[in-house]
């Protein structure tokens, strides 16, 4: 029985799930809290831990030429829960790294349940801690309830930021109608556990496409309160109808952009096309990749039901939208993700202000190791900057201006700018300058990691 004392981690999201996951492996115990199923949100389907509301998708996993996939070997690297589950139910999905969704949620929960120092209770915590408790982690994400979420904006003394994410819808496969879908990726490419043909494609003609645009227009909206009309969206995360109010061709050049792929019943590339991306192991269900959408319900059925192969689609989902929040971190938050105005108070996931999922279960994790290196008597620095971890962090936490601070997917214009040994021009330059920073990253990360090894052992 050990006697040091819990960490108390609220949330069971990805954040929160890591966060514990890390904790418990540094030998302190921990307790988790989820709300569900005593407490639902708007967006939740399940009351399973780590559920994965939007997409199923980790997005790229090339850790070599793009930053998310250099975030999952770093997560890797330091004995991720969330990336470890994330390989172990691993969809088909081209280059990018999808899952299935109830596998994925069901192995990240059976792995906490079976940990000895984790303590899993199903309740919520309406208002801030107890006293009592002198190490916690919110990781309450962006649809913490409302009791907590007026206590923290009473504890910091500012408004919570908010933006609005929106939810695609998923089909089911046998609905779909292969003689004019087809199966493959964009270039063939072979992603992990990938084949070259991993998406299905339903090609549009420009008549096509045009009368498709002018439905999402005009098809009916979910309404917004009033309290909800000044609220912005995240631009990774946009309606697939406010896209095309941008103009007649920005879909066609965003989501519906059919570079790489070759319609078979024609020989060419279509005009614009609709791909939808595995969401199960077994294959029966796809989601409309790029297809986040805020129509009602029965215009999402009719106006999807344009798109070729999907005639006489039947969804098992429907698309939605719900609302976020977050903290303003640069002002309220240090460099070790602590409230300033209660530093017994840690904060991870998507309320930092960080957007998406890999992001998300990343900040937990760093809060994890953090929480059990205090409880320990220990002290963790952030790592490099030069890191995916540590740039991630370093921009929530002081990188990016309060006065304008929104949501930030980790990208590589977070991290510090690397003298090239090779001066080349256009994409071989790009290329290289991305494989320079991931080769450095993961060099720092090693020493980063060794020497906090170090200093645990004395």
């Known amino acids: 029985m050990s006697t040091i004392p819990p960490v108390h981690v609220i949330g069971g999201g990805l954040a929160g799930c890591e966060a514990a996951w890390q904790i418990a492996a540094k030998g302190v115990p921990v307790i988790l809290y989820e709300m569900r199923p005593k407490r639902g949100t708007e967006a939740h389907v399940t009351d399973g831990l780590a559920e994965l509301v ?12 793009n930053a998310v996939g250099l975030l999952h070997e770093e997560m890797r690297r330091l004995g991720s829960l969330i990336m470890r589950e ?10 990018a790294l999808a899952v299935d969704r109830v596998g994925f949620s069901q192995g990240v929960e059976a792995a906490l349940r079976a940990h000895p120092l984790v303590t899993i209770r199903r309740e919520e915590i309406a208002g801030l801690p107890p006293a009592d408790w002198d190490e916690v982690i919110i990781a309450t994400g962006p649809l913490t309830s409302p ?3 007026d206590a923290i904006r009473a504890a910091t003394g500012e408004a919570s930021l908010a933006f609005f994410d929106a939810i695609a819808p998923i089909v089911y496969r046998e609905s779909i109608d292969f003689s004019r879908a087809w199966f493959q990726s964009r270039y063939d490419k072979e992603g ?3 084949t070259g043909a991993d998406y299905i494609n339903c090609p549009m003609s420009e008549t096509e496409y045009r009368t498709f645009v002018c439905a999402l227009l005009a098809g009916a909206k979910t309404e917004f309160k009033e309290w909800e009309k000044s609220t912005p969206y995240f631009d990774g995360c946009l309606p697939i109808e406010v896209m095309a109010e941008r103009g007649l061709d920005t879909l066609r050049f965003g989501p519906m952009k059919p570079v790489g792929l070759t319609d078979p019943s024609t020989g060419r590339r279509p ?5 939808l991306r595995q969401d199960n192991a077994l294959g029966t269900l796809y989601n409309l990749v790029g297809f986040q959408t805020k129509l009602k319900h029965a215009e999402q059925t009719r106006i999807f039901r344009l798109i070729p192969g999907l005639e006489r689609a039947q969804f098992a989902r429907l698309g939605g939208l719900h609302r976020n929040t977050f903290l303003n971190a640069p002002r309220l938050l240090d460099s070790g993700l602590r409230l300033k105005a209660l530093p017994a108070l840690r904060f991870a996931g998507q309320i930092t202000g960080v957007e998406g999922y890999v992001e998300s279960a990343a900040i937990g994790l760093l809060a994890g190791l953090m929480a059990a290196a205090s409880r320990l008597g220990e002290v963790v620095p952030p790592p490099p900057q030069t890191t995916a971890l540590g740039a991630l962090l370093r921009h929530i936490t002081g990188g990016a201006y309060a006065e304008t601070f929104q949501p930030m997917n980790i990208n590589f214009g977070l991290f510090p700018p690397i ?3 090779a001066l080349r021009k256009g994409k071989e ?3 290289l300058r991305k494989q320079s920073l991931s080769r450095r990253a993961l ?7 060794g020497a906090s090894s170090a200093r645990a052992a004395q």
């Open 147 to 149: 009791p907590l979420a």
């Open 86 to 95: 994330a390989g172990r139910h691993q969809v088909p999905a081209g280059g």
């Open 54 to 65: 939007c997409s199923n998708s980790f997005r790229s996993d090339d850790w070599e030429n």
């Open 443 to 449: 060099a720092d990360l090693g020493s980063w990691a």
């Open 429 to 431: 330059r790009g290329r």
């Open 192 to 194: 992990p556990g990938g």
């Open 271 to 275: 005009y614009a096309v609709v791909q």
């Open 419 to 421: 003298e090239e040994e």
